[in-house]
């Protein structure tokens, strides 16, 4: 098994790999993790700190379903899968996904979106979330956990005269597959230098949704290492994959791993994101470096 490419960073609960994502994930064992999240990029032009994510669809595509694979092989039994990507490739994502797990939901994530928006098309203001799972009826999915507020019962106070005897409507719900979560903005302590970073509530759900204490989380495109903080705040074990050093400095801070980098190095430093260019003026060459 080679993994010569890979520099690992880790503590008792935590392991971050630097490394591609597809030797990265030669080191995880068959069946050893009990949730996944994987926000990978998007194929739309992003700027990873100096790196494009667009590259040929086929090219794409094909990446998709080998890092699909692995997580296929390395989840257990009863584990779960959430996967993010952008509206444009969801229906290949689902194609691909649909040869490997049960599909337990399509979920919207819904974010207000900024001012600017495009002017010759409806503009974007969601993203998709599949939660998949190996077995179609046994997996975790701790409902009491996540427990929001149900308008109806909770601000309304309907009864609901089909029961007997009449009872309040409840005042406390799972969410619907339908999720309201701001994105992250450059005044919000937690911003990070990234992005393409996910909201701290967003994976606090999915976390608490599909995990327990002491499970093993993996996110194979830490980015931000949002993930990787959540467990760290809900007692769960992490392991992260991330290709760019400059973001896995951000992990090594985020879930104090000792490392070779000095403090100042790893000092947080916040940068807006509007400096990275998206969806135009992109470098449009095929470069598939950073998958390969």
């Not at 590259?55 to 595509?61: L, M, N």
């Not at 694979?69 to 691909?96: C, W």
């Not at 040869?99 to 002017?119: E, L, M, N, P, T």
């Not at 009449?166 to 969410?175: A, D, H, L």
Request: glycine share 4%; hydrophobic share 30%.
């Amino acid at each position: 098994m080679d993994v010569k490419k890979i520099k690992t960073y880790s503590n008792k609960k935590f392991k971050i790999s630097h490394g591609d994502v597809l030797e990265c994930f030669k080191q995880v064992p068959e069946k050893s993790i009990q949730l996944i999240f994987a926000d990978p990029p998007y194929n739309i032009g992003k700027n990873f700190d100096g790196i494009s994510d667009k590259y040929e669809e086929d090219f794409y595509i094909d990446w998709m379903e080998k890092w699909i694979f692995e997580i296929n092989r390395v989840i257990t039994d009863d584990g779960s899968v959430y996967l993010m990507n952008s509206t444009q490739n969801l229906a290949n994502m689902d194609l691909i996904c649909r040869k490997y797990f049960h599909i337990q939901a399509r979920i919207v994530w819904h974010y207000d979106s900024s001012g600017v928006q495009a002017k010759t098309k409806f503009g974007s203001s969601w993203e998709p979330i599949l939660h998949m799972t190996k077995s179609k009826n046994k997996y975790t999915f701790n409902s009491k956990d996540i427990l929001i507020e149900a308008k109806t019962g909770s601000q309304r106070n309907l009864i609901d005269y089909r029961k007997t005897p009449p009872q309040r409507y409840n005042t406390k719900k799972v969410p619907s597959n339908v999720w309201n979560f701001p994105r992250v903005r450059f005044k919000m302590d937690e911003y990070e230098n990234h992005p393409t970073q996910k909201p701290y509530a967003l994976l606090k759900r999915i976390i608490l949704t599909s995990s327990n204490k002491d499970d093993l989380v993996l996110d194979p495109f830490s980015g931000s290492f949002t993930t990787g903080f959540a467990c760290k705040m809900l007692d769960r074990k992490f392991i992260g994959f991330e290709k760019n050093k400059e973001y896995i400095k951000i992990g090594i801070r985020r879930l104090e791993i000792e490392s070779e980098y000095s403090k100042k190095e790893l000092e947080k430093v916040k940068q807006r994101k509007t400096s990275n260019k998206s969806k135009k003026d992109h470098d449009n060459t095929y470069t598939p470096t950073l998958f390969n």
